[in-house]
């Protein structure tokens, strides 16, 4: 997930609070931080809410 660091350090947050926030693990962020684990739709979605942004954007597109 090309976005996912970037956006989560721009919003001050940890690991462990977008995990507690989206409800994905945090070892499922960090592997998906060092594109080492392809995230489900689902998971994007629940991602892409908490980080207000689309999951377009979240995966690397320019526009949020």
Known sequence: ????K???KQLG???AQLADL?????L???AME???YRPTLFE???LSNCLHCSVNYLM???RP
């Open 13 to 15: 947050i940890t690991q």
């Open 6 to 8: 970037h956006i989560r």
């Open 28 to 30: 499922s962020i960090a």
């Open 44 to 46: 994007k979605l629940k």
């Open 22 to 26: 989206s409800k994905v693990s945090r």
């Open 34 to 36: 060092l594109q080492v």
């Open 1 to 4: 997930m090309n976005q996912l």
């Open 60 to 62: 690397g597109a320019n």
